[in-house]
């Protein structure tokens, strides 16, 4: 395989989801909280596509695809879902959302 080793893929991809999954627990803007998931999706996305190159299967990019199709659906109803808990308020946190809890 020319270029990077797939362990420097898998590095990257490793640190992007932990950057991912920190923003996710410290963060507490919904949407801060909605980037860092969306950096998590990406490290998957990276880790499938290295694999994918690696072994020579098309498996992994289908995954990534897939991954893609997923992000963007979450995205489009999490900014939704943010931005009609954002607009009576000034400011959003969190912790002290409860309109959606059941």
């Not at 596509?49 to 020579?56: E, G, H, P, Q, T």
């Not at 897939?66 to 607009?87: C, N, P």
């Amino acid at each position: 395989m020319p270029g990077a080793p797939l362990e420097a893929y898998v590095a990257v991809a490793g640190i992007l989801f932990g950057i991912g999954a920190l923003g996710v627990m410290v963060r507490r803007s919904p949407l801060a909280m909605l980037m860092s998931v969306e950096v998590m999706w990406g490290a998957a996305s990276l880790a499938f596509i290295a694999f994918a190159r690696r072994y020579l299967d098309m498996s992994g990019h289908v995954l990534a695809f897939l991954v893609m199709t997923v992000a963007a659906a979450e995205v489009a109803i999490g900014l939704a879902l943010v931005v009609l808990i954002f607009r009576p308020r000034e400011k959003v946190d969190a912790d002290e959302i409860r309109e959606l809890s059941g």
